[in-house]
Every structure is written in structure tokens, then in C-alpha cells.
């Protein structure tokens, strides 16, 4: 299974001749499991056509950066942020000019500028355009600015020249894309995580619950599969497939999810609580369907286990590494809770805003841990899942 399954490529294609090897990339991509969106500069579309593209990755193609509709919908923030990686194939020399320069008078080069995602470009040029000094230097600006650059390859070339400057095939593309979302940080360890609500039975057709969807604590558990961990997904009820890599432990209620983290945290490093555990449950669950006779019904409820607690209590424990989910005076709670259950870290959010709250594809998140406080820009819950991970492993 190829690193690039599920993750979300953004294809930037400028104005060269090697364009037409980008449709071929796009097909490529999707081969590994990859989903595709392509952004096209106005010289592009003189070598190969918007519609190609668009039949080819299934999805609307970008090219215009004050278009109405288009910022009123996908608009260039929301490219930047979608993407896992920005791909520039081909990168000419005037793009890559663009970009040392810092320029965002196109689309694909605002987009470089906002997105959080690495940036990838694969070279094409003629030979004597590739040598010249000024290319050379815009090419070691880039590097220092941490774009990786793919190529270029060397052989013939559409003007009849011979010498470097030949974009590389998609294959080798995709073989130098694929390392990034491979970074070995936690190979060799065993990373458990929770995700997603619990159920409390009140009957047999009815339970308390949230509105936790699991995005977040799967998109961690890919993330640390990706590092290399043997990653173990310990989820109450979602409509969420289980990431590759990853093995499933289904639960629904809070006791249920409390044994399963018990038995697998048993060997292992890394225990993330990133699921939202209910906190009470119904004392006693009624056998059968409780009838609406009267117009009103007391429930009994009690205290659910505290699992990250218990988790962080163990003589033998991992890094135990909580969740805050808060509508009100966030830092203070997640400090607390950092405190008062002796964590090695939390992270904590706003789920009283909209944008970033439970079922929402985005996140934007506090990491505290005693010594450091810091705030993390709003990102997809992928792209904030690998800087989480990096940021775990450290500890």
C-alpha cells in the first residue's frame, strides 16, 4: 500500500511543453490512492486543455485567482488548506523565478504562498535555460526554503537539445513524493488511540451520547501509522473506515473502551485520548424499551471511568497524552486537566466554534504540555494529525 493512499494531492501545472506528461500524473496518483485537484497557470492551458484535466481527476480545475465563484466555493485558502502536499509538475523556469521571488499575482503561486502542506516541484526546461547562474540561485532559494525539488532528468529534449532538464516521469514523481509521509519518528513503537463517542445504553433502542464523528482520532492513528508505529484504534460507533496500517478495536460504551485500552496499553508507548467519552451512564439499563406513558421519565445516572486517568495512573504507564474539548476558558480547563491527571501533554480546542468543532473536516488546537503552550493555525484534522504526531514522538 503506497503512503500516498487517502492523501489529498494538489497538482500545480505551469507552462511547458511537459504538461502534457501531468494528465498521465494524474492517473498515477489516483492508481495509489491518492484524490487529485489540479490548479493550472493561464500558459498551461496553451499546452494542455482545463477539460482534460478535469476528466481526468474527476474534479473542477482552478486557474483563475480572482475568480468569483470559485473563491465563493474552493478558493484559494481553501485550496491551500485541503491539500496534503502542493505538486508542482511541470515547474518551469519563470515559475520557479515566481516563487524565490515570493510573487502571488497567479493562483498556483498564492496558493504556494498560503498553504501550510510541503511543496514538491519537478523541474522542466531547456538544458541551457536549467544551467544559467539565475536559475541555479532561485533554485537554492527554494531549497533553503525547504520546497523539494524532483529532477530534473537529463536526455533529449523537445527543442532537439540534450542535457538536464527533463521533467521526471510520473513513476519517479510519485517514488520521491511517497517518503513524505513516511517519517519513521515512532518505527518500532506501539501507539494506542481512542477515537470517536461512546454509547450509554438508557434501553435497548435508546443511549446517551455526543457528537463526536472520530475525524480527529482517526486521522491521528493514519498519521502514526505513517511514522512507523504498530498503531492500535480503540473507537466507539463511527461511519469512519479504519486507516491502513492500523488495527481496529471496536467499542461502544465507556467500560468497554476502558478494558480494550487496558489490555493494549499494556505493551505499549504512546496513548493518545482523543475519543469523547461520555462521562456519565445510566445506573441501571432497562431490559426492555422503556414505554412514553408518562410525561416525564428520571433518569439515574453515574460517573463513567475516567480512561485517560486510569491510563496515566498505571505503575508501568506510557505517555499518556489527553484531549480538552471546551466552550468556555479553554487553556485554563486543559491546564487543569493536564495537571490533575498527571499528563504528559493536551491538546485542546473550541468546540463552540463551527468551523472547527466535532464533525467538521477541519481543526485548530492548543499544545500544552507543563512547559510549553502553543497555538497551531487552523489545518485539515490530516494535516494538524502528522504535526501532532511529530510533536508526540519527541516525548
Same mark, same amino acid.
Given at each position: ?14 507552462? #511547458? ?29 496553451? @499546452? ?24 465563493? #466555493? ?41 498553504? &501550510?502542506? &510541503? ?8 538544458? #541551457? ?12 532559494? +527554494? ?9 530534473? =532528468? ?5 527543442? /532537439? ?6 521533467? $521526471? ?6 517514488? /520521491?513524493?511517497? !517518503?513524505? @509521509? ?5 518505527? #518500532? ?20 451520547? %455526543? ?13 502514526? =501509522? ?16 479504519? &486507516? ?10 465507556? =467500560?468497554?473502551? $476502558?478494558?480494550?485500552?487496558? *489490555? *493494549? ?16 451512564? &445510566? ?20 460517573? %463513567? ?32 486537566? +493536564?495537571?490533575?491527571? %498527571? ?19 477541519? %481543526? ?11 497555538? $497551531? !493555525? ?18
Amino acid at each position: 500500500m503506497s503512503s500516498l493512499a487517502n492523501k489529498r494531492i494538489l497538482l500545480g501545472v505551469s507552462g #511547458g511543453i511537459a504538461a502534457y506528461k501531468s494528465a498521465d500524473l494524474v492517473r498515477r496518483l489516483q492508481d495509489v490512492g491518492a484524490s487529485v485537484r489540479v490548479v493550472m497557470t493561464s500558459a498551461a492551458m496553451e @499546452f494542455i486543455t482545463p477539460l482534460t484535466m478535469q476528466a481526468l481527476s474527476g474534479h473542477q480545475v482552478y486557474h483563475s485567482l480572482l475568480d468569483p465563484e470559485a473563491e465563493a #466555493g474552493m478558493g484559494h485558502i481553501e485550496l491551500a488548506r485541503w491539500a496534503d502536499v502542493m505538486l508542482i509538475a511541470p515547474a518551469t523556469a519563470d515559475l520557479m523565478a515566481q516563487l524565490a521571488s515570493g510573487l502571488a499575482d497567479s493562483l498556483l503561486t498564492a496558493i504556494c504562498l498560503a498553504t &501550510p502542506a &510541503p511543496v514538491v516541484i519537478a523541474p522542466a526546461m531547456n538544458q #541551457g535555460m536549467w544551467s544559467k547562474d539565475s536559475t541555479q540561485h532561485n533554485l537554492s532559494t +527554494l531549497k533553503q526554503r525547504n520546497i523539494r525539488v524532483l529532477g530534473p =532528468a537529463q536526455g533529449q529534449q523537445a527543442c /532537439g537539445d540534450v542535457g538536464l532538464g527533463r521533467m $521526471l516521469e510520473p513513476l519517479d514523481i510519485i517514488a /520521491g513524493i511517497e !517518503p513524505l @509521509f513516511a517519517t519513521g519518528c515512532l518505527a #518500532g513503537k506501539k501507539v494506542v488511540i481512542t477515537a470517536g463517542p461512546t454509547r450509554e445504553a438508557i434501553d435497548p433502542v435508546r443511549y446517551i451520547s %455526543n457528537h463526536s464523528s472520530g475525524k480527529m482520532g482517526y486521522a491521528l492513528a493514519e498519521a502514526a =501509522a505513517e511514522a512507523g508505529a504498530h498503531t492500535v484504534l480503540v473507537s466507539g460507533p463511527t461511519h469512519l473506515a479504519c &486507516p491502513e496500517r492500523v488495527s481496529m478495536r471496536q467499542v461502544v460504551s465507556a =467500560a468497554d473502551m $476502558l478494558a480494550a485500552c487496558l *489490555e *493494549e496499553t499494556a505493551d505499549c508507548q504512546l496513548f493518545i485520548s482523543s475519543a469523547a467519552v461520555a462521562d456519565y451512564r &445510566p445506573k441501571a439499563a432497562a431490559s426492555q424499551k422503556i414505554k412514553k406513558d408518562q410525561d416525564a421519565m428520571t433518569i439515574e445516572l453515574e460517573k %463513567n471511568p475516567d480512561i485517560i486517568a486510569t491510563i496515566a495512573a498505571l505503575p508501568n504507564r506510557p505517555v499518556s497524552v489527553g484531549f480538552a474539548a471546551e466552550t468556555q476558558h479553554v487553556l485554563d480547563y486543559a491546564r487543569g486537566k +493536564l495537571l490533575r491527571k %498527571n499528563l504528559d501533554a493536551i491538546i485542546a480546542n473550541d468546540v463552540s466554534r463551527n468551523d472547527i468543532g466535532f464533525n467538521s473536516d477541519d %481543526n485548530q488546537v492548543y499544545f500544552i504540555t507543563k512547559e510549553v503552550t502553543e497555538e $497551531l !493555525p487552523t489545518l485539515s484534522k490530516t494535516q494538524l494529525a502528522r504535526i501532532l504526531i511529530e510533536k508526540l514522538a519527541s516525548l
